[in-house]
């Protein structure tokens, strides 16, 4: 399972004034976020480096974009019209946009914690982990309460295998926002690389509370209850997975194994088949399939 971005809500903020554009966004804490599993699925999925979950340039985003660039034009030495531009050039995938505007916060604002933050994960989409790493302990530098800073740069560590540091990030983390539920997730996928499918469990029931419309936590809490023989726990959480997102070839690929674990092989070959349907090259369905059969 690979690692993904996700952005907080553009596209429905469409057609507004500037000034109102950027309280909105603002006022709903427009930042980028990070979730997702490790480099390597804890069933052996065999994965890349992690993608960006980006969303289509359509007219609203055009709308929102322009209205964006108008604000700062009147308002060049806003830090926070430049770091809201920034998010939403990262929503569409416009890394190098992004980090252009996120810079242009920093330089007027040397302390934006959430400036920074960001430029360190529109840096890691552009594959700078060194820069994104500097970043974000510059950003915790600047603002020790940061939480986002801290699970920013524990999941950079944990890709990285420094687990201890990660670890360390995210306690803290937990202990400045207790209701963070990526910290949650964040700290179960170290529990979960470890092998401690106890306290992996415990963590992503902690996230999904905090938070049940987020697919992640579900799909790394079905691989955990499939490892320990809870196969229909799992199979209910890849299926909460997959009514957030029905084109996770992951989430149908971990609803495979569960399936195949409790001796369904029907329903896990047609959960294996759905997985290559959506993901061609997904490792994990072929492997499966290659084990039960196409049905």
């Not at 803290?172 to 700290?187: K, Q, Y």
Request: net charge neutral; hydrophobic share 40%.
């Amino acid at each position: 399972m690979s690692e993904v971005v996700s952005f907080s809500p553009f596209l429905s903020l469409i057609r507004l004034n500037p000034a109102r554009l950027l309280g909105a966004l603002s006022a709903a804490g427009f930042a980028l976020t990070l979730a997702g599993c490790d480099a390597a699925g804890p069933m052996g999925a065999s994965v890349g480096r992690g993608v960006a979950a980006t969303a289509t340039a359509d007219e609203g985003t055009k709308d929102n974009l322009q209205s964006l660039s108008e604000y700062i034009r009147a308002n060049p030495g806003d830090a926070q019209g430049f770091n809201t531009r920034g998010a939403a050039y990262a929503k569409i995938g416009r890394y190098q946009d992004a980090i252009v505007d996120f810079g242009q916060a920093i330089r007027i604002d040397p302390g934006n914690a959430p400036a920074l933050t960001n430029r360190g994960l529109a840096q890691r989409q552009a594959g700078n982990d060194q820069a994104a790493l500097a970043d974000f302990t510059a950003a915790i530098q600047a603002s020790p309460r940061h939480a986002s800073a801290y699970v920013a740069r524990a999941n950079l560590l944990r890709t990285r295998g420094d687990l201890n540091g990660a670890m360390g990030d995210l306690t803290e983390a937990i202990r400045i926002a207790p209701e963070n539920a990526e910290s949650f997730h964040a700290r179960g996928l170290i529990h979960q690389r470890q092998g401690d499918h106890a306290r992996a469990i415990s963590d992503f029931d902690n996230a999904i509370d905090r938070n049940p419309f987020v697919a992640a936590p579900y799909e790394a809490r079905g691989q955990s209850l499939t490892l320990v023989g809870r196969h229909d726990s799992a199979i209910e959480d890849f299926n909460a997975a997959l009514n957030v997102n029905n084109s996770n070839g992951d989430a149908w690929a971990g609803l495979g194994v569960a399936y195949e674990r409790k001796g369904d092989r029907l329903k896990a070959s047609e959960s294996y088949n759905r997985a290559l349907v959506v993901s061609p090259n997904n490792t994990l369905a072929k492997e499966g399939l290659g084990r039960v059969g196409r049905g």
